[in-house]
């Protein structure tokens, strides 16, 4: 990915969403660009109009901390907005003045320590993985298994979360708020993209969905990231039927780039009782040969 291209589409797109009236400044009728002129983020930020452009159009190479800094202040920018300037910016300048590196694990040469592995499959009431910035899933216990087994069904979708998001038909019965799951999808990879410049399966991936869907390159073309730890989602399983979840997203201290993400129902709850019914289902699925659990999927 053309790092250039990147960081002039961010900022330009992240400029284009902040209104005079929200950056503080007086509304003309007369304005021909959406959001705010490059002449006001500069003031904002308190750097010459030329200083900007520059970095408008994508060196971001040898810029300072507290210029970045000022740059997101006039730009509003969150958390996860800000950190994937700080990533463009490092990848920009090769070094680790921005942000501490992170190790970055291939998928292709990481297995789940024995111990994680345990602990997945100890986690009994909720769904529980592992998955990289990519949306590969790395590790999962039983129930996640059980949970996106659409997931596992399909041939040649490499257990990949946002190819299944978006290749898959089987998504749009799964997700019922599908839009919002593709938005937050095309986000977490984005912001991937942002750390991992030069990850080949990334690269890959992209292409393969910008090549064969519409609403993933849409997405993409937005620019959005954001942070993923926790909240609450809709889904719908062939098997037991509606469930609302609450997850939460952990990062690995031992794997940095991998997060723990583990789902739970409230106690008490119709979803909580569909988890349960969920295992005891899953529990079935164990006991018939792969042959008959296909030709009755």
Not at 36 to 65: H, I
Not at 136 to 142: G, K, V
Request: hydrophobic share 40%.
């Amino acid at each position: 990915m053309d790092n250039r291209e990147e960081v002039r589409e961010f900022l330009t797109s992240r400029r284009a969403k902040i209104t005079p009236e929200q950056a503080g400044l007086p509304s003309s009728s007369r304005r021909r660009v959406p959001g705010l002129r490059r002449s006001e983020v500069a003031a904002l930020a308190d750097v010459s109009v030329e200083y900007y452009a520059k970095l408008e159009r994508g060196n971001l190479a040898g810029v300072s901390p507290a210029v970045l800094e000022s740059v997101a202040r006039a730009l509003q920018l969150d958390d996860a907005e800000r950190a994937h300037l700080l990533n463009l910016a490092q990848a920009a300048d090769g070094t680790d003045v921005l942000t501490r590196p992170r190790r970055r694990t291939a998928t292709r040469q990481w297995t789940p320590h024995r111990s994680l592995q345990w602990t997945l499959d100890a986690i009994t009431a909720g769904p529980a993985f592992v998955r990289n910035g990519r949306m590969d899933i790395l590790a999962a216990n039983q129930l996640f298994r059980a949970f996106y087994t659409d997931v596992y069904a399909t041939p040649g979708n490499q257990q990949n979360l946002a190819r299944f998001t978006f290749l898959d038909p089987a998504s749009r019965r799964f997700y019922p708020d599908w839009d919002a799951f593709a938005d937050i999808t095309v986000a977490i990879v984005r912001a991937e993209a942002g750390r991992a410049p030069h990850d080949k399966d990334l690269h890959d991936l992209v292409g393969e969905l910008c090549t064969r869907s519409d609403a993933f390159r849409t997405r993409w073309g937005a620019h959005n990231v954001r942070h993923h730890g926790t909240g609450n989602k809709h889904f719908h399983h062939h098997a037991v039927g509606d469930l609302t979840l609450a997850f939460e997203g952990l990062e690995m201290a031992a794997a940095p780039g991998l997060t723990l993400t583990i789902y739970t129902a409230e106690p008490g709850s119709p979803s909580e009782e569909g988890l349960r019914l969920l295992a005891a289902w899953a529990a079935t699925q164990e006991a018939v040969p792969d042959t008959e659990r296909a030709a009755t999927s």
